[in-house]
T-cell receptor, first 110, second 115 residues
Framework: RKEVEQDPGPFNVPEGATVAFNCTYS??????FFWYRQDCRKEPKLLMS???SGNEDGRFTAQLNRASQYISLLIRDSKLSDSATYLC???????????FGKGTSLLVTP | DAGVTQSPTHLIKTRGQQVTLRCSPK?????VSWYQQALGQGPQFIFQ???????QRGNFPDRFSGHQFPNYSSELNVNALLLGDSALYLC??????????????FGPGTRLTVT
């Protein structure tokens, strides 16, 4: 079983829609969780860290469910510029290595 | 504030050759991690350097080696290149102390093609 699993999509949504991405992880001892965004042929960029209490940054909301080993990202009022691949990331036990999912592709259309 | 820089941007090598990729971390960061990203996949952790030592290694063969210099910059070396080594090689920098969290910031990558 892969350490981090995501639905690869693609998710095609119209502008203004709300879209949710889910991710599961296998190592119950994992302590740190992130969402990164990656545009085509570019490097991953940190979108937000994910905390147990859930956290929000503008139109983006991240949730963590430790009991189910499940992480989510909600994007409200989608913009064309949100089109990208969203990578679910779990930090290893050691705190050093980041384990990435394969990414979920989002295309926001006019 | 300078971000993470990597060189070269692109590289084409022949099977069996050796390659060296370079990375300078973000200003103020002391830790460098290297990742390999194949097409359509998420990045895979190769290793991390902190205080000029390899602190953790992923599931990569010994053909992959690295180094960190006193100014925190780093090199990734790959020997005996295989076709399967073709990928985007990403360098990420962070602060090394455990109490500082684990956020890593990526450079633009080096795209390696092995023919």
């Amino acid at each position: 079983r892969k350490e981090v699993e995501q639905d690869p999509g693609p998710f095609n949504v119209p502008e203004g829609a709300t879209v949710a991405f889910n991710c599961t992880y296998s190592n119950s001892a994992s302590q740190s969780f992130f969402w990164y965004r990656q545009d085509c042929r570019k490097e991953p960029k940190l979108l937000m860290s994910v905390y147990s209490s859930g956290n929000e940054d503008g139109r983006f909301t991240a949730q963590l469910n430790r009991a189910s080993q499940y992480i989510s990202l909600l994007i409200r009022d989608s913009k064309l510029s949100d089109s990208a691949t969203y990578l679910c990331v779990v930090c290893s036990n050691s705190g050093y290595a980041l384990n990435f999912g394969k990414g979920t592709s989002l295309l926001v259309t006019p | 504030d300078a971000g993470v820089t990597q060189s070269p941007t692109h590289l084409i090598k022949t099977r069996g050759q050796q390659v060296t990729l370079r990375c300078s971390p973000k200003s103020g960061h002391d830790t460098v991690s290297w990742y390999q990203q194949a097409l359509g996949q998420g990045p895979q952790f190769i290793f991390q350097y902190y205080e000029e030592e390899e602190r953790q290694r992923g599931n990569f063969p010994d053909r992959f080696s690295g180094h960190q210099f006193p100014n925190y910059s780093s090199e990734l070396n790959v020997n005996a290149l295989l076709l399967g080594d073709s990928a985007l090689y990403l360098c990420a920098s962070s602060l090394g102390g455990r109490d500082r969290g684990y956020e890593q910031y990526f450079g633009p990558g080096t795209r390696l093609t092995v023919t």
